[in-house]
């Protein structure tokens, strides 16, 4: 559907290029005939004086005519490029909403953070983690550490936050629907 779009703004494009090649023309056919005219006149040459008059006339009337089709292809060729910007925006913003919905799924399952230290410290238990034998910690120090990781969860879910823009959930499951029932 975009490629028609396009096409068709590619199309109204060469239209344009065309009336005004034509404008053109007839614009120097005009200053011809009126040179002539001012001539027939010179000459005292009433009957083609008044030929090239009614020729000019004519003209002018083409022109008045195609410069108004020329109007009117710009003015259809500006919506359909709008509507074809549009379009793009909105499949752009679609790809967005996926990957946010995908986001807020995993971001919302649990407080990853905590989740990742979690495993991090079965793992040292457990010996795969700790290569090197450290000095034991004592318990100010683990006091330390955990207010260490709760404020880094807090500044972390912060960030998150402020990147991420916030969307009440009835439209990101909103949206999510739309967006499986389409795939389907």
């Known amino acids: 559907?975009?490629?028609?779009?396009?096409?068709?703004?590619?199309?109204?494009?060469?239209?344009?290029?065309?009336?005004?090649r034509a404008l053109k023309?007839?614009?120097?056919?005009?200053?011809?005939?009126?040179?002539?005219?001012?001539?027939?006149?010179?000459?005292?040459?009433?009957?083609i004086a008044r030929d090239y008059a009614r020729q000019i006339i004519r003209l002018k009337k083409k022109r008045r005519e195609l410069e108004r089709y020329l109007s009117k292809v710009k003015m259809t060729r500006i919506d359909l490029e709008s509507a074809a910007i549009t379009k793009d925006i909105h499949t752009a913003l679609r790809s967005t909403v996926k990957a946010i919905v995908k986001l807020g799924k995993m971001i919302h399952t649990e407080n990853i953070i905590s989740d990742l230290e979690r495993m991090k410290?079965?793992?040292?238990?457990?010996?795969?983690?700790?290569?090197?034998?450290?000095?034991?910690?004592?318990?100010?120090?683990?006091?330390?550490?955990?207010?260490?990781?709760?404020?880094?969860?807090l500044t972390a879910e912060?960030?998150?936050?402020?990147?991420?823009?916030?969307?009440?959930?009835?439209?990101?499951?909103?949206?999510?629907e739309e967006i499986e029932h389409e795939e389907e």
């Open 1 to 20: 559907m975009s490629k028609d779009i396009w096409e068709a703004i590619f199309s109204l494009k060469l239209l344009e290029k065309k009336i005004s």
């Open 121 to 153: 410290d079965v793992l040292n238990e457990i010996g795969i983690l700790s290569e090197e034998i450290e000095e034991p910690i004592t318990i100010r120090e683990e006091e330390e550490i955990e207010e260490l990781i709760n404020k880094a969860e």
């Open 158 to 176: 912060e960030e998150i936050s402020r990147e991420l823009p916030e969307i009440p959930d009835e439209e990101i499951e909103k949206e999510a």
């Open 25 to 47: 023309g007839i614009k120097n056919e005009e200053k011809n005939l009126y040179r002539k005219l001012v001539n027939a006149v010179i000459n005292n040459d009433r009957g």
